[in-house]
């Protein structure tokens, strides 16, 4: 078993009798090929628990400070996370996202760059458009519904990927694209909350 099924099956454990976990949408979810998973942002369980409820392994970017912190930064290196210095234009990051969809594997983003103070959905940065403009990967929105209360519903949502098509064919901006892809997170809240 891999460092990462490991993880998964012990949040698995540690989760799911806590939270009563409703997941739908996993028949939009690609089976193979580069996937981009773009999800709202409210707890610090939110990778955990889409990476419990996605159908592939999942390859997180998260902040740079989470793998200066001992033991836990060699882990998250391990399970296929990568770093990213918030706020800045990180290169390697972006490389480091690009080789992840370029052998077809999951990238797992919180478009907002950080967790939202209200629960509502929050302004998306560019770094999720530009990784759908620069790929040809399926662009799956998901959408966490809690609240995280013990014995409460949990929702899970992921959504039919975006037609990128148009937008890939005009070659639209990172931010433009962005947008979008917020935009269908949003109706994906709206719908099933």
Not at 28 to 39: D, N, T, W
Not at 102 to 120: A, I, N, Q, Y
Not at 175 to 193: A, C, F
Request: charged share 25%.
């Amino acid at each position: 078993m891999s460092l990462y099924n490991f993880g998964k099956t012990l949040c698995t454990v540690i989760l799911k009798p806590m939270y009563r976990f409703e997941i739908s949408g996993l028949e939009h979810f690609p089976k193979e090929g580069p996937v981009i998973l773009c999800s709202n942002h409210i707890t610090n369980l939110d990778p955990p628990v889409v990476g419990i409820c996605a159908p592939r392994q999942v390859h997180f970017m998260a902040k740079e400070e989470l793998f200066k912190v001992p033991v836990l930064g060699e882990i998250l290196l391990k399970i296929g996370t990568f770093p990213v210095k918030r706020g800045l234009s990180d290169r390697e990051a972006l490389r480091k996202g690009l080789k992840v969809l370029k052998d077809g594997e999951v990238l797992g983003l919180f478009p907002e760059g950080t967790r939202s103070r209200t629960g509502k959905l929050g302004k998306g940065l560019a770094g999720a458009g530009f990784f759908a403009a620069r790929s040809d990967a399926s662009v799956i929105p998901c959408a966490i519904i809690g609240p995280y209360q013990k014995f409460k519903p949990l929702k899970v949502v992921f959504g039919e990927p975006i037609d990128m098509t148009s937008l890939r064919d005009r070659k639209a901006s990172a931010e433009e694209t962005t947008l979008v892809i917020m935009d269908h997170i949003r109706q994906l809240l709206e719908k099933n909350s």
